[in-house]
């Protein structure tokens, strides 16, 4: 069972453990919906059946060896043209607890975890609701690939598979939810710039030559950047400064 921490000023201090569900993100949702619910509060599962990935994908996770919860936060002190800014501090902050076991992982656009050489440890996905122009919560859906070791994806990995040992899911989320806390809190107190410059220095192929792929266009370069509203920046071999949203470009490297 996943106790309310207590190493959190208000992250998972109303923690709802689900033996099995569809979607902590869908839980997650229907608590909104029907009010009285509290910025911290935590859906986690041992066995999501259908976890939800970008681009509609599903994310897959066998149960009880992983790490698959939501978060429901308030980010309503943001701007909602600042949106990509949250997704940038919860990528940051769960990047920054697996370098605590892996040398070397980044974040690849928008917001899945990768260990070069390996594989998609983790992801990210930020569903936000709002009321006309204004922010009223965003569910935080994580996954984490923790002491699986079998894939029917070859592109995934675990920190198990990396290091060859296993870990504890009670602590490893107690920490987690501990670094991404303080992650948001760097947001709260608008330490924006701050936010962006690490998610950069860890963007996933940015200033190397990569191939990607539009529609039907197959073509190279660089990722220089993302725009304030999360776009991602690619220069050409033509030394053309392209923009893209999440499904408009395909890596192929």
């Avoid at 033996?19 to 935590?42: F, K, Y």
């Avoid at 792929?213 to 073509?219: H, V």
Wanted: charged content about 25%; aromatic content about 10%.
């Amino acid at each position: 069972m996943y106790k309310i921490l207590a190493n959190t000023i208000f992250l998972g201090k109303d923690v709802h453990f689900l033996p099995d569900c569809h979607s902590t993100n869908d839980i997650a949702l229907q608590m909104v919906r029907q009010g009285n619910v509290s910025e911290g509060t935590i859906v986690i599962c041992d066995h999501q059946i259908k976890g939800k990935g970008q681009r509609g994908n599903v994310w897959q996770s066998q149960a009880g060896l992983n790490l698959t919860f939501s978060l429901i936060l308030k980010p309503d002190f943001l701007d909602i043209t600042e949106q990509f800014s949250l997704n940038m501090c919860i990528s940051n902050g769960i990047r920054g607890l697996l370098e605590d076991y892996i040398a070397d992982v980044k974040v690849k656009w928008p917001n899945d975890i990768k260990v070069p050489g390996y594989g998609k440890i983790g992801g990210v996905l930020v569903e936000n609701t709002f009321s006309g122009s204004n922010w009223e919560y965003a569910i935080v859906g994580i996954g984490l690939n923790i002491n699986q070791k079998t894939f029917l994806n070859p592109e995934a990995t675990s920190l198990a598979l990396i290091t060859e040992n296993n870990f504890d899911l009670k602590e490893l989320f107690k920490l987690s939810i501990s670094r991404i806390e303080q992650s948001y809190l760097m947001l709260k107190r608008g330490r924006l710039r701050e936010i962006k410059n690490e998610y950069l220095n860890h963007l996933y192929l940015r200033n190397n030559k990569s191939r990607f792929q539009s529609n039907e266009e197959i073509f190279y370069g660089e990722i220089k950047g993302i725009t304030s509203f999360g776009k991602l920046q690619i220069e050409t071999e033509e030394g053309q400064l392209r923009l893209f949203d999440l499904k408009e470009i395909v890596f192929l490297d």
